[in-house]
């Protein structure tokens, strides 16, 4: 029996990778309108510039004050937009507590929602807020910004933790089962021996101890390296006779998932570490914002600051 065949029958007795795979269609329903919005928003910003730099005093005498004012009709309006999305997010900590939820969706699903939505946040504020922010909401604002920064870090966090498909965190067995299956298809794509396959592929190991921006440092240059050998193969694999370019395309795409795994697995309990940690840091600023912004809107309503019951 010949290399290639043995990989085959190796590959077949493994069980199906289990590992959650990206969706780029399902992105596309988030990505689209968040980019949409962002672009809307950042228009609004720069043609109301001559608003936003003109001295306070003087900005009751411009001609776009009854629109761009915090009360007026596009500041307020996104000051009620950026309040609906903020009480929106809020139903991420609840899916993650209710397991009755599951039928919305799996929990990192939730988190790509939860994320792409809040990136719209601070400029909805600042709109609302004409560019100025003092007393409580100010307070507000700037946890709201360290909210959504914390945010970003936290989504870049959680994604570096291999999961299942169901959302939950992989142990290091069921690691090592998944190289071996993605090996194995690459391995059987190339028509070459597994062992040969996994030399090229496993990048020498770092050692050292991982404090919370070593082990961010660290995941940063993974990935930069990580991009640098999936070309480098690519351009390698290109040329190998005998095999065509869907297959190498395929081994490709499978090779750089295996090499990622690799990284991951090697600095596991230092992202789930660091990940619980900034969960907890995470939290007292979301209160903080959610204190201040309702305070914020209850103080509106009550005083009628408002264009749309004047």
Known sequence: MTAPTQSMTATAARPAATVKRPNTKKSLWTAVPVT???????????????????????RPRHPWHPFLKASGEVGQTAGILAFLIFVFLWLYPLRKKVRSLAWTGTIGRWLDVHVTTALGLPLLLTIHAAWRADGVIGLGFMAMLVVCASGVIGRYLYVRIPRARS????TREELSVERAALLGEI??????????????????????ALGVWQLIERLMLDDARRFARVRRISREWATRPGVDRKRI???????SREMALTDQSRVLEATQRVFRYWHIAHMPFALTALIAVTIHVIVVIAMGATWFWK
Do not use: C, H, Q
């Open 36 to 58: 949409l919005l962002l672009s809307a928003l950042t228009m609004i910003n720069i043609f109301g510039a001559s608003y936003y730099l003109s001295p306070r005093a003087d």
């Open 167 to 170: 959302g939950v965190e992989l």
């Open 187 to 208: 391995a059987t794509a190339l028509g070459e021996r597994e062992d040969v396959v996994a030399a090229a592929l496993t990048p020498p190991a770092r050692e050292g």
């Open 249 to 255: 395309a395929r081994a490709v795409k499978l090779a």
